[in-house]
């Protein structure tokens, strides 16, 4: 897989591959993958298989993806979920199913590199709860670990641990602890990106403790 843009200010990352089979998973982020040959099909919880050449996975939904040899590009949406349905929707037939994600019929070719480029343009994190928004950003302003962030969670939200943990899960649809180890994820990338810092330091430096922790992390 190359990685052609990754921004992680804007919640936005832009990938390219010629292969692409996935088991069974969910990210933060809401999904764009689109083929430029051949169909793929995207599975659902159900046990259906859906065949398209252009899906879209909103954040949190769990997915499959089986595909053959092909040019695939795929995006990565973190803030800005309603804005590219909106934007679909003017542009194209979108269809929804059972298992949450939706297949994109367009009336002309859409071309991902100019929609990130659009969403980059954008400010704001959609309409989220401004009280999430204070704690993402406090996400990527500190090092802490999870004893320690939480204090500051409660004291930039006013709101209890509980109250709190409630309220980004609604909102953001991860738990506290899943999107902290998604944004040490996304700083190894960056600073491996960057060529600053090799391998071992990238990770330490993003919040892991080696790289056995790095390679098994737990989304839970």
Request: charge should be negative; glycine fraction near 6%; include cysteine.
């Amino acid at each position: 897989m190359i990685i052609r843009k990754f921004n992680p200010d804007k919640g936005l990352y832009f990938f390219e591959t010629r292969y692409l089979q996935a088991d069974f998973h969910a990210h933060p982020a809401a999904e764009l993958l689109v083929s430029e040959e051949k169909p793929f099909c995207i599975l659902g919880e159900s046990g259906m298989s859906y065949e398209t050449y252009f899906a879209v996975i909103p954040r949190n939904v769990i997915h499959g993806v089986q595909a053959s040899d092909d040019c695939f590009k795929l995006m990565l949406v973190e803030n800005q979920e309603e804005f590219v349905f909106s934007f679909l929707n003017a542009r194209g037939n979108l269809t929804g199913n059972e298992d949450g994600f939706f297949l994109f019929y367009p009336d002309r070719p859409i071309c991902l590199a100019d929609l990130y480029d659009l969403l980059t343009g954008l400010s704001g994190k959609g309409n989220l709860d401004q009280r999430v928004v204070r704690v993402m950003d406090l996400f990527h302003s500190c090092s802490m670990e999870y004893p320690e962030f939480i204090s500051e969670v409660k004291r930039v939200s006013h709101l209890s641990e509980s109250r709190i943990a409630h309220l980004f899960k609604r909102e953001i649809g991860v738990s506290l602890k899943k999107y902290l180890l998604w944004v040490k994820l996304k700083k190894a990338i960056s600073l491996l990106l960057e060529e600053k810092e090799g391998i071992l330091n990238a990770l330490l430096e993003s919040g892991f403790y080696d790289q056995a922790h790095f390679s098994n992390p737990r989304f839970k």
